[in-house]
């Protein structure tokens, strides 16, 4: 363990063949007035004490809406011997005013190589029946255990922190390909347009509005630096959805149904997230704008005959993975528009 | 155009909704100044409007004879909304929604003030591109439903226009019994179809009522009990601490009877006791409960004197508090026969429950408050366990309504230990426990389904009509009836009076405890 870890926040140092045992004290001492709530196992991976240290936090925060076992297992792989630590939390919060829901955590600190310990770790301290969730932090870099992934049932990823989105996805695809895996891929880069995308979708569920949309022209976006692969995924659904085709990587241009051409811009700008975006088509502009610290879109809506409309639309803060998290615990277990969406920028990452 | 059809002519909505879609209208309340606006129906389209659930072309028209203007109304329901919402109130969504808030006065009866509201909302549509979708809401008491629903229909408000809909909607009480029902039926349907017809029944709308039939259709585990075979019987409660409050004189007009059992335990029972609709469109699940509630055994004098307990607090205390008896409350007939508590046996004539009887309860100046439906199961044979000297402990599943809801089965354990010695233990779940988000409200719900046309939630006028014709034989047998049974009286803070607890014992069975 480096020297200057300190471990306070992880609660108590267990020894790992002592972890159900040592668990178990925790809800004999709190019988009466603490109440253990678990719907799913959360399993985090992740490479760096810090990282172990970030996670604890924020899964002390994401369990007061998500009941949960939290695996939080922390590699590293380079130490000068194998070493393995143990430690287990309840993150406990007020429900209704008078009992305490708690939550489980189990952190694990594996140092140094041993083959085969990290899929025994996971599937060693599961809670029974429970799905799997697997958060995979950082770069796949190295293939997973074939029997580990066929236990997941979802897989998330943040493709934005990839270095080689493109070398990734198709590290990826093969990792699934092997296990013949059925899980559901999720990405939370994806899910930081979530919010953009209901709007968007909100505004063409208006029957005045759809015949735009099949005839768009130019869609616009500024986006900050680092997000320019959530604009491109966004883009991609776009694309997807509307069954437009690649015509052009730079600039970019996609052919619609009729062959008409749809120009992407995509501007980086010093806004955060995803910050304006316009989607024109000959006779009638859509504009939304997210303003930074504002919970909402504002949407501008120009159509023919000068007719303007305002109206605001919930957004969610991209850089918050509390709220990402929060969003995709509540979605269905598919991936199957998120893979078409990849499929049409995967070229562009 | 219904919701499907808007969902599926924009591609974009794929994966991102699993609910029919509200569609752009006019929402107009008759009795816009009334409680029921203040206190649910912004606040609750308030949050849906937070929450980007509602369509961004929707209007709300408040109709009411207080003088008002748009801003002033908009003023009193920002104040409304602050108290009321569930989750606050954010500055950036009032400033949008209020601007989709109207006011227009008019008396109920002046054919003029229809006349403007007709031309208003064309003029809404115009603006706002709401699409001649209307929604009237008759948030006021039943008898100015004629008078309103006439002059919708004398301004032609109650036809759509080509391609767009006219829907109303109607709060309860739906009558106060099978022939005022049917009265007010007529007269609502004279001007809305059925199928643009609404009745709130805010029950339907919460969120484990709405689990009843998930828990029952989802889990294999279950359907296969869910009969006379295995089940002994049902008991359905819906308790109160508090008294009749500020509403002595609807209350003395109405009772538990008609206040609770009609609609929401009734309303309960046939989520319970149905059979598996074949579909989960609006009309298979009401055909399916209104079946129910045609095998309702109806009852004779000489079975209410059997089989229902009507009873009415009198002083006690609750919570540690003294409390008048209900004779002695504001505006109450200190003679007063109105029942404050009622048990009944039903009796439910079909293939799935017979001899299974279903006791339904209800009242008021109970020890806890909480609705709930117990399901017990028959004993397991007594030849290892369960001895006839050992007591008793069916398994019950019990789905508790509100509050706490949630759904708990009781099962027998081995206590540890040398001895064989049995114990009963519960597994318990709590949606506040295991879903850290908070239900939305019932209104909240049941607008949304209502602007996309489905009408799963509300019931259907059969269903209405039936539960009333089932009541009826009841309320003659108390009130019509030469030799009445009489009314039993009750302590404030107890559980009910003992006829009631001597209606079980007679079928050697006894109330859960809650």
């Known amino acids: 363990m480096p020297a200057n870890f300190d471990s306070t926040s992880l609660g108590e140092p267990v020894a790992i063949g002592q972890i159900n045992r040592e668990l178990k004290k925790i809800w004999d001492t709190g019988e009466g007035t603490l109440t253990r709530a678990s719907l799913i196992n959360l399993a985090v991976y992740c490479r760096s004490t810090e990282a172990l240290l970030e996670n604890t936090e924020l899964i002390s925060e994401f369990t007061r809406t998500h009941a949960c076992r939290a695996l939080v297992i922390c590699v590293v792989r380079n130490a000068p011997k194998p070493n393995a630590s143990a430690w287990i939390n309840a993150h406990c919060h007020l429900s209704g005013g008078s009992k305490h829901v708690c939550c489980e955590q189990i952190s694990f600190l594996l140092e140094g190589e041993i083959k085969g310990r990290f899929t025994n770790i996971v599937f060693a301290n599961l809670d029974s029946d429970l799905p799997l969730y697997f958060w995979w932090q950082g770069d796949i870099s190295e293939n997973l255990n074939p029997h580990l992934w066929a236990w997941i049932d979802r897989l998330l990823v943040d493709s934005i922190a990839w270095r080689d989105p493109k070398a990734q996805f198709a590290r990826l695809r093969a990792s699934l390909a092997e296990a013949k895996s059925q899980l559901a891929l999720r990405d939370l880069n994806w899910t930081r347009s979530l919010a953009l995308r209901q709007a968007i979708s909100q505004i063409f569920d208006h029957p005045e509005n759809q015949p735009h949309l099949l005839r768009l022209r130019r869609v616009s976006m500024m986006h900050a630096p680092q997000n320019r692969s959530t604009a491109l995924l966004f883009i991609g659904w776009l694309a997807g959805q509307m069954k437009w085709k690649l015509k052009s990587e730079s600039p970019i241009v996609f052919t619609d149904e009729d062959g008409g051409d749809v120009v992407i811009e995509l501007q980086p700008s010093n806004s955060p997230g995803l910050s304006r975006i316009t989607l024109a088509s000959d006779e009638a502009t859509f504009a939304l704008r997210h303003e930074p610290k504002s919970s909402f879109y504002q949407a501008t809506l120009n159509l023919p005959g000068g007719h303007n409309y305002h109206a605001i639309y919930p957004a969610c803060s991209e850089d918050n993975i509390l709220s990402l998290l929060d969003e995709e615990m509540g979605r269905a277990n598919t991936s199957e528009i998120y893979l078409r969406s990849l499929g049409k920028i995967e070229s562009l990452l | ?514």
Not at chain 2, 30 to 54: E, M
Not at chain 2, 122 to 129: I, V
Not at chain 2, 336 to 346: D, N
Not at chain 2, 402 to 413: A, H, K, N, T
């Open chain 2, 1 to 514: 155009m219904n919701a499907t059809t808007t969902s599926t002519a924009n591609p974009l909505r794929e994966g991102l909704s699993s609910r029919p879609l509200p569609q752009p209208c006019s929402v107009v309340i008759f009795g816009a100044s009334g409680d029921l606006t203040y206190r649910k129906l912004i606040p609750a389209l308030y949050n849906l409007a937070a929450d980007g659930d509602l369509p961004a072309a929707l209007t709300v028209v408040g109709f009411a004879r207080r003088e008002k203007t748009d801003e002033s109304f908009r003023q009193e329901l920002q104040d409304a909304a602050k108290k009321f919402s569930r989750s606050g109130l954010n500055d950036e969504v009032w400033k949008s929604f209020s601007q989709r808030l109207f006011y227009h006065r008019s008396e109920f009866g002046d054919a003029e003030g229809y006349k403007t509201l007709a031309q208003r909302l064309d003029k809404l549509d115009e603006e706002r591109g709401t699409r001649g979708n209307r929604i009237f809401y008759l948030s006021v008491a039943p008898s100015e439903f004629e008078g309103i629903l006439k002059q919708l229909a004398a301004a032609g408000l109650n036809k759509a226009k080509e391609g767009s809909w006219a829907r109303v909607i109607v709060e309860k009480p739906f009558g106060t019994d099978l022939p005022s029902a049917e009265e007010l039926n007529t007269v609502v349907n004279n001007v809305f179809e059925e199928k643009h017809t609404y009745r709130i029944d805010h029950y339907l709308g919460k969120e484990t009522a709405q689990n009843i039939m998930v828990l029952r259709f989802a889990n294999a585990i279950f359907e296969p009990l869910w009969n006379h075979r295995y089940i002994d019987h049902v008991q359905i409660t819906a308790s109160e601490p508090l008294g009749v409050e500020a509403r002595g004189p609807y209350y003395e007009s109405s009772g538990a009877m008609r206040d609770m059992v009609q609609n929401h335990l009734l309303q309960l029972l046939s989520l319970t006791a149905m059979e598996p609709p074949t579909d989960l469109s609006a009309d298979s699940v009401r055909d399916e409960k209104v079946k129910v509630i045609r095998c309702l055994r109806p009852m004779s004098p000489e079975d209410v004197v059997r089989d229902v307990v009507r009873g009415q607090y009198i002083e006690g205390a609750i919570g540690g508090q003294e409390v008048k008896a209900y004779r002695q409350e504001d505006r109450v007939n200190p003679q007063s026969m109105t029942e404050t508590y009622v048990a009944i046996k039903v009796s439910i004539d079909n293939w799935r429950w017979e001899g299974v009887p279903f006791y339904v309860r209800m009242g008021k100046r109970l020890p806890k408050g909480g609705t709930e439906i117990a399901v017990q199961f028959k004993s397991a044979p007594s030849v290892l366990f369960n001895k006839p000297t050992e007591p008793q402990g069916p398994n019950v599943l019990v789905i508790r309504i509100q509050p706490d809801e949630g759904i708990s089965l009781r099962m027998q354990c081995k206590m540890p230990g040398t001895a064989v010695r049995i114990e009963p233990v519960k597994m318990d779940f709590h949606y506040g426990t295991s879903f850290g988000k908070a239900s939305p409200e019932a209104y909240e719900r049941l607008l949304l389904d209502a602007m996309a046309g489905d009408a799963t939630l509300f019931a259907r006028r059969d269903e209405v009509e039936g539960a009333w014709a089932f009541v009826d034989h009841i309320e003659h047998a108390w009130h019509q009836h030469d030799n009445p049974p009489p009314l039993a009286f009750y302590p404030s803070g107890s559980w009910g009076p003992k006829e009631a607890d001597d209606l079980l014992a007679r079928d050697g069975r006894t109330w859960r405890r809650l």
